[in-house]
């Protein structure tokens, strides 16, 4: 399934989800690969942020694993495929008879492709299992199920293009395009805003978005710097300003939508003042956002992390979708509730069904008819209970879980309560790791294969505005190296026989394409260069730009409003851990930094962790800007620098996941959210110790 070219090769950014088109032109030697803007890519028409620009720097590292690895006496030696194949299967088969189908959990990556995570689901069911999951269990888990559940789909609702073209108000709750989906933010939103648009940024972090369209200063947009977790009551207050003062569209709510009478017994005792100053936000303020919303002609919702990394994530998004639906924002160009994924294949991860709950296609696992049509065609019963996410089957490890595989994914870094990760994985009998570095999980596995990179194989990823996209390989791969649809393949045929065995990517979408609904009229083909934007139901359709212009598409047709009331986070600040910590990403830094650590452009921007502290705050424990702090909550303690600034509300730190020995997941909270299972990483207690040594403070350390 390699590749090779001299010629540059049209491909898809390996960053995040706005899925910006890129040219890589190979080189004679490892490291001499070049990448070229691709200037009538569909999405970013040659535009591409530092990530992209830098995406090949990592390719041909030094650290890439090259060869398997098997685990002896806690010492890793290099081994054959043969060795590494025979081990697995023979343990895999050991733990199934032992312990039973369900004692092996199985991860998705957001970073592999979608044939990849398909033929990944598919083993897993074959193995009898459910528990298979992926990382956008840490992102937007929350936001999939309230708009699978009130909508139809979980997915944004409207394209870039269309939103640039058509709306008049942002509200841009939780997110910050300006450093997380730069080419959205620089492309899509600018040019609107230059056209007129307004923004309406809801952060408790003013950030690259904040600065990026000059917030502070302007009339015309806002920021609502609201306290963190307080964003149903912010949004509650929105909704009562709606409602006392005429704004909802009856016809639309009439016609379109049930429950609105729920959401108004929900705010008939509202108290809009005592929310205001809970959430920390001047009263007029947000009864000003609200009308800029609800009298634009056009006005759509943005929706990031810092709405659903709560323990009430759910109910977050579904308050922005009663805002969306009550006022008749929905279903038409310019309007609807947008999320943006963060990963550059974190939907079609989800689209393919590498989650517990659902098929390919979004079809539940528990519903008999959807079951048996995929049943058809793998030709194998699919267990029938939503199996365990993959923060559970973190925490069961030791306990029900007894395996683990593990394709691309890093959960000692991405999960929160890093430390009791690490400590769960020692208690697994046998675990693979296939990946293209040793990350911080793949040394507690007992396999380690390599894998190869985004430059050398192909095969499909699906954007934040569910546009289907071919990926191609630019150069061959790393010698011992293998595919992970080849790993894949093989472990399957090994482990059952049949229904694994493909000759190439296109021959895996192939098969999607028959069990996934909404893939079903695409092919590699029709792909081309330009990428389909789901649903593409039969050959020929070109898919939807906006989707609910006539109905919703849940059972009745009708979109879903239901009331909800604040729920504080689950650990808020008291005398011992006396601030709220709260966490986000880096323009320059990806995730857990497996590529973006080992990028020295990217890594020079940002080479250490940081934490923002307030003013009032540094004066408080006597910080000086730069100072070394040790910041710690009840599940561990990093030590970083200090960076005094106003950015953040005093009470609040702020500080980022990327870094290994210094990450806010060694200190963030594992509680989750009881439907999506999303983990609170956005509100926990913290404190800050000072007088710290700067000698060991988490540096780019591997
Ligand atoms: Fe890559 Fe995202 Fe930057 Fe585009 S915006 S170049 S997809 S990281």
């Known amino acids: 399934m390699s590749g ?3 010629d540059p090769v049209k491909t898809i950014c390996p960053y995040c989800g706005v899925g910006c088109g890129i040219q890589v032109a190979p080189g004679e030697e490892p490291g001499d690969m070049q990448f070229r803007p691709w200037a009538d890519a569909p999405v970013n028409e040659g535009r591409v942020c530092i990530k992209g620009g830098a995406a090949t720097e990592v390719v041909d590292h030094e ?25 697995i299967v023979e343990e895999m088969e050991r733990i199934r008879e032992e312990h039973g189908p369900d004692a092996m959990g199985f991860f998705g990556s957001s970073k592999t492709m979608n044939e990849e995570n398909y033929l990944l689901q598919k083993l897993a069911r074959r193995y009898g299992t459910n528990n298979v999951d992926n990382c956008t269990r840490m992102c937007h888990a929350s936001t999939v199920w309230a708009l699978r559940t009130s909508l139809g789909a979980g997915a944004m609702t409207n394209s870039m293009a269309d939103l640039e073209q058509a709306a008049d108000v942002f509200w841009i709750q939780g997110a910050n395009p300006g450093e997380q989906h730069p080419i959205a933010n620089s492309q899509y939103f600018r040019q609107a805003v230059l056209e007129g648009a307004t923004v309406i940024q809801v952060d408790p972090h003013a950030n690259k978005t904040t600065r990026s369209f000059e917030i502070e200063d302007t009339d015309r947009h806002m920021h609502l710097q609201l306290n963190p977790g307080t964003d149903i009551p912010l949004l509650n207050v929105v909704l009562k300003t709606v409602l006392e003062n005429g704004w909802v569209d009856e016809e639309f709510v009439a016609e379109r939508t049930e429950g609105f009478e729920h959401l108004e017994a929900t705010l008939e005792d509202f108290d809009k003042e005592a929310a205001a100053e809970e959430c920390g936000v001047p009263l007029e303020d947000i009864e000003l956002a609200a009308r800029k919303y609800a009298k634009a002609n056009n006005a759509a919702i943005f929706t990031g992390m810092g709405m659903s990394q709560h323990a009430c994530g759910v109910d977050n998004v579904q308050n922005e ?31 393919v069904g590498a989650m517990p709950n659902v098929l390919p296609g979004y079809q539940l696992v528990d519903d008999d008819e959807a079951r048996e049509s995929v049943e058809e065609v793998w030709g194998f019963e699919i267990p029938d209970e939503p199996g365990l996410t993959n923060v559970e089957i973190s925490h069961a490890a030791g306990d029900s879980v007894h395996g683990l595989y593990v394709m691309g994914e890093n959960p000692v870094m991405s999960e929160p309560d890093g430390n009791r990760v ?26 380690v294969l390599p894998a190869t990179s985004w430059a050398e194989r192909g095969g499909t990823v699906t954007n934040t505005d569910r546009r289907v996209q071919r ?80 109905s919703f598409d849940t059972e009745n047709g009708l979109g879903k409003i239901e009331g909800v009331t604040h729920q504080p986070p689950k650990e808020v600040p008291d005398e011992e851990y006396p601030l709220v910590l709260t966490t986000a990403r880096l323009e320059e830094h990806y995730n857990t930094g497996t590529m973006s650590r080992r990028s020295p452009t990217l890594n020079r921007q940002h080479p250490e962790n940081f934490v923002d502290v307030h003013p009032a705050d540094a004066e408080r424990y006597g910080i000086e800007d730069g100072e070394t702090v040790r910041l710690r909550s009840r599940r561990g303690e990093i030590e970083v620098r200090a960076e005094v600034t106003d950015d953040i509300k005093e009470g609040v730190v702020w500080t980022t996941p990327h870094f290994a020995a210094a990450s806010a997941n060694r200190l963030t909270n594992d509680v989750l959210d009881e439907r999506a299972k999303i983990p609170e990483y956005k509100a926990a207690a913290a404190e800050i110790d000072v007088g710290i040594e700067p000698a060991d403070r988490g540096a780019a350390d591997d």
């Open 4 to 6: 090779e070219s001299k």
């Open 63 to 87: 650290d890439r694993l090259t060869e398997p690895l098997l685990k002896e006496d806690g010492e890793f030696r290099e081994a054959t495929w043969e060795e590494a194949y025979e081990l």
């Open 321 to 351: 979708i009663n805002l969306a639906l009550a006022t008749g924002n929905l279903g038409r160009p310019g309007t609807g509730v947008n999320p943006l994924r963060g990963q550059n294949n974190v939907q079609g991860t989800c689209d």
């Open 422 to 447: 690490e400590e769960r994985l020692e208690e697994l009998e046998f675990m693979v790791a296939q990946d293209i570095f040793m990350t911080e999980t793949a040394k507690y596995a007992d396999v």
């Open 471 to 550: 990926m191609r390989p630019v150069q061959k791969v790393h010698d011992n190296t293998k595919h992970d649809l080849d790993i894949l393949s093989e472990v399957g045929t090994r482990l059952f026989g049949e229904g694994f065995d493909f000759e190439d990517p296109e021959a895996v979408f192939e098969e999607l394409r028959q069990v996934c609904p909404s893939y079903h009229g695409m092919s590699y083909d029709v792909l081309g260069e330009e990428g389909v934007h789901w649903p593409c139901y039969e050959p020929g359709d070109e898919g939807d730009p906006f989707l609910y212009e006539e």
